[in-house]
Structures are given as structure tokens and as C-alpha cells.
């Protein structure tokens, strides 16, 4: 962590790592200076809007279909609290607790751009709810995704006024003005604008997205590592990757690609073992041939998504906002179509990654075209079934993956009495996605533990360097070919090896950085 594990928030965007550091390491947050001036700044417009006799939305109304009714000064207080109380209606399992921390923190990013209208105090206490390791209790189910993440917002905002269910630093639950008493911290009494600046943004969608992103830029490159020791378990060419070869389709990701593989296989002994005249095959199958065009276009839309993230994390998604010339003005920035048509575009590519690792695995598997190797890799086949299973557990989640990959932006169920009419879904795609990154991270654990199994038994053929060093650190883990042992152990061992880095460390130990 930077800076004795404090992420400082002020006015300027948001980076990927601070909502990492703050969301998966706990990170503690603090407001600049800059930023409360400018809270402070805003708050001031915000409060003359609230003595003048003119209506102004989320100031003096009601909220959506209910905003033609002009709210008496005296019963602002409660519009807000009953805003929060009332929207705070999520349903279904608990959300994990660094997606609720991802969206607490972007919406107190929002909050210190001084757009917003909310006090310095109200800022300063969800900021002191992040360093303190209180974590709302937020539901699977209650976003459209307009206007904003409603629902998981208000579940965050209703803690910070001392209210609801939370989770304190250690897991445990208690209630909101528990934690907040044990941490020093007072309940918010929320003010005139203040409930709706705190429910109005995409926040939950978009954390999800940069941890998505963060995760899924790791499991590309063990993609690459995968179909690398897949190549060399089927014996395979590297010929096709070529880089004169892969410029003829000048795709960044395939570039990049394309030279991962080639550093991963170079100097393999399994690959120089079939580069004479007896070799009779002319081309690989398309699941080892084309796997940088496959992993490269996923990597490239990766990058497309990073785009739209980055976008986001510059921006300030309220409404109203106040503008920096004094204006309030409505507007629908909360509308989650941009991050919600990237979070639908990466299930695509993980879908179809996962479904490659697939195939090179159930090659691996039958005799008729693993080139060799004895059938389901198994040590003794007919009394051992080696694999066999492993493949279908793969089968089951690259099925789930496609179901996944239908988009959830394209749909649109109207509400808040048509106020609300097209709605982004975004937060659904978030959830979904999350679900598919799970799913690839175990495809290609079983890929991986399959791969190195028949490279196995290939010897006294040597590997390449660096995907030999990826089978001698799974055999840190899982022990090498013989009978038949609980394989699920074994599955969920490499699994938490791919999700953690390791592969990756274990090929990059000898290649340096993979692209």
C-alpha cells in the first residue's frame, strides 16, 4: 500500500490501483484539502437553493415520478431520511465486501469533486467508515442501473446514518450505530440534498468493473500460458506465431499475444523433438493455431473496457449537479449504458477464452488426436479415468459462461412510474461478470493441471524453461502423474494458484514480464 496505507481523494480521478488498494487491502481513505473546500463550496450554493421560494429538485422536491410536489422546509429532513429508508431495498444474498467498498469509495470520490452539495462532515464520515473497516450490508438484487445503483447505495447510506445491518473489520456483523460508536464516528442527520447525492451514480457497477479488469488482465496472460503448455503437451508448432506472421493483422493483442507464446515455448525440447521430416502434420487444430487471435481480441477489448473505466473514474455522476458557476442543473449522467455495454463485452470474451482452454484440454484427453499420450491421461486406462471428469467439470462452466455472455444491457424494464422508462441494467452485468471471471480462472486452472500432467508424460522430453517452471510449481501443489486420486482438491489447489498470480510468477521467473 502507498503512503502508510492511505488513499488521499481529492477532486482529480481516481487511478485502477486506489480502488484496489482500498477495495481487496483495506486501504484507508483521506480527504485533501482541495476536496472538502470544494465540498464546502458546493454545499454553500446548495443551501441558498434550499431558503429560496423556487422548487429546485432533490433540494426542495420529491425524487423521480414523486418531484411536482414542493417539500415544506420543515419536513426536508424527513424527505431525506425516508428517501434513504425507503430505497434501501435490496433483496437476496449479501454482495462481497470489496464491491461495497469499491462503491463507497467512488461515490466519495463523486462526493469531493464538489459537485454534489453534501457537507463536509457527511464526506468526511464515509471516509472515516472506510478507514474504520465498516462494510454495509448491501444485497445481490435492487439496481437497474438507473437512476445509478439506487438500491446498493442506499443500504451504504443508510448505515451512515446509524441505521441498518453492517459488517465490521474483522467479518463480523453488528448493527451501523454500533460500528459507528466503536469507531468514534457520529451518525449523519441528513441534510436538504444530501440523500440523493448519496444513491445517484453508477458506482457499484464500476467498482466491479475495475476489479474485473484488474483481475482479468492476470488471467489473459495465464491464458497465454495455458495454450503454451497445451501446445507443447499436443506437440504442436510455434511457427504460426510467427511475429512476421502475426503483423500481417497488426491487432495489439494478438501482438502481444503471439510473443508471449513464443517466449513461453522458446528453447522447449518437446517442441525441437518434432521439428524434422517426421512430422507429418500440416496444420494445428484452430484451438492451438489461432489462440493469440482469440486471447488477443479478449486483451483488446480489455483495453477498450479500461477506456470507458477510466472515463468514469474521472467523472462526477450526480443529479442534480452543481456546477463550478453556481448553477444546479439536472442532468442523466447516472445512466449506466457506458459501463454496462463494457461489462457485457468482456462476459463475450470470457466466454470464448474459456471455451478455447476447453477444446486444447479434451484434446489432450483422446487418444485419437493427442498425438501419444494415453487416453484421458490416465495411469492405468479402463481401471483409472485420469481427466476424464476434470473435462466435464470445465464443459459445465464454459456452458454456464455462455448463458452469462448474453447481455444484460439490452434489456429494459421501465419503472418509477415511466419517469424511469430505459433503465441499463449495469449492475446485473456487473454481477454476471464477476460469476464469469470466476468460471474462467477455473477453466483455465483445469487446463493448466491438465497440460502439465501430459507434459509429464512426454518425458524424457523436455519443456521450454518457462512453462517447466510452471509444472514445477504446481508440483509444489499437486503431486505428477499415477493412479487415480480426489481430483477436487487438487482442481480448487490450482485454482487458487492461477487466481493469485502464481502461474504467472512461476513463467515470468523465466521469460521476465509477459506482455
Not at 101 to 123: D, N, W
Request: hydrophobic residues 45%; aromatic residues 2%.
Amino acid at each position: 500500500m502507498r503512503d502508510n496505507e492511505v488513499v488521499e481523494i481529492g477532486p482529480e480521478p481516481l487511478s485502477f490501483a486506489d480502488v484496489i488498494e482500498v477495495a481487496r487491502g483495506g486501504a484507508a481513505v483521506r480527504l485533501t484539502d482541495e476536496a472538502v473546500a470544494a465540498i464546502a463550496a458546493s454545499r454553500a450554493r446548495v443551501e441558498e437553493l434550499a431558503e429560496s421560494p423556487v422548487p429546485a429538485y432533490g433540494v426542495s422536491t420529491g425524487f423521480g415520478a414523486l418531484a411536482t410536489r414542493h417539500i415544506d422546509p420543515a419536513l426536508r429532513a424527513q424527505l431525506q431520511r425516508s428517501l434513504i429508508r425507503s430505497h434501501a431495498a435490496g433483496s437476496g444474498p449479501e454482495v462481497e465486501t470489496e464491491v461495497v467498498r469499491a462503491m463507497m469509495l467512488l461515490r466519495l470520490h463523486t462526493l469531493a469533486t464538489g459537485h454534489t452539495g453534501v457537507r463536509p462532515a457527511t464526506a468526511l464520515t464515509l471516509a472515516g467508515m472506510l478507514g474504520a473497516g465498516i462494510t454495509p450490508v448491501v444485497h445481490e438484487y435492487g439496481s437497474l442501473g438507473c437512476s445509478g445503483d439506487l438500491a446498493p447505495l442506499s443500504h451504504v447510506a443508510l448505515a451512515l446514518m446509524g441505521e441498518g445491518p453492517v459488517r465490521d473489520r474483522d467479518g463480523e456483523h453488528t448493527t451501523a450505530a454500533e460500528a459507528l460508536k466503536r469507531a468514534g464516528l457520529e451518525p449523519v442527520e441528513l441534510a436538504a440534498k444530501e440523500g440523493l447525492a448519496l444513491v445517484n451514480g453508477t458506482d457499484g457497477m464500476l467498482g466491479m468493473l475495475v476489479l474485473a479488469l484488474h483481475d482479468l488482465t492476470r488471467l489473459l496472460k495465464t491464458a497465454d500460458v495455458s495454450a503454451a503448455m497445451s501446445v507443447e503437451a499436443l506437440l504442436g508448432t510455434d511457427r504460426v506465431f510467427a511475429p512476421e506472421l502475426q503483423a500481417l493483422r497488426p491487432h495489439p493483442g494478438q501482438a502481444a499475444s503471439a510473443a508471449n507464446l513464443r517466449a513461453l515455448l522458446r528453447d522447449s525440447g518437446i517442441m525441437a523433438s518434432h521439428r524434422d521430416d517426421s512430422c507429418t502434420r500440416v496444420q494445428d487444430a484452430y484451438s492451438l493455431r489461432c489462440a493469440p487471435q482469440v486471447a488477443g481480441a479478449a486483451r483488446d477489448t480489455l483495453d477498450h473496457a479500461a477506456t470507458v473505466a477510466g472515463r468514469e473514474l474521472a467523472s462526477a455522476v450526480d443529479n442534480p449537479v452543481v456546477l463550478a458557476d453556481g448553477r444546479v442543473e439536472s442532468n442523466g449522467n447516472f445512466h449506466g449504458a457506458p459501463v454496462g455495454y463494457v461489462l457485457d463485452f468482456l462476459a463475450i470474451a470470457v466466454a470464448d477464452v474459456a471455451s478455447m482452454a476447453e477444446r486444447r484440454t479434451d484434446r489432450m484427453l483422446d487418444v485419437a488426436r493427442s498425438h501419444g499420450l494415453p487416453a484421458f491421461l490416465a495411469d492405468d486406462p479402463g481401471v483409472d479415468s485420469g481427466h476424464m471428469i476434470a473435462q466435464y467439470t470445465q464443459a459445465a462452466i464454459v456452458s454456464e459462461l455462455k448463458r452469462l455472455a448474453v447481455p444484460a444491457s439490452v434489456d429494459s424494464i421501465p419503472s418509477s412510474a415511466m419517469q424511469e422508462d430505459h433503465v441499463s441494467m449495469g449492475w446485473s452485468a456487473a454481477r454476471k461478470l464477476r460469476r464469469a471471471v470466476d468460471g474462467l480462472t477455473r477453466v483455465l486452472a483445469v487446463e493448466v493441471l491438465t497440460a502439465a500432467r501430459a507434459i509429464d508424460l512426454r518425458r524424457p522430453l523436455e519443456p521450454a524453461p518457462a512453462t517447466g517452471a510452471v509444472v514445477a510449481a504446481l508440483r509444489q501443489e499437486v503431486a505428477g502423474p499415477g493412479p487415480d486420486r480426489f481430483l477436487a482438491p487438487e482442481i480448487e489447489s490450482v485454482t487458487r494458484l492461477v487466481a493469485g498470480g502464481g502461474v504467472v510468477a512461476a513463467a515470468e521467473s523465466v521469460t521476465g514480464p509477459l506482455a
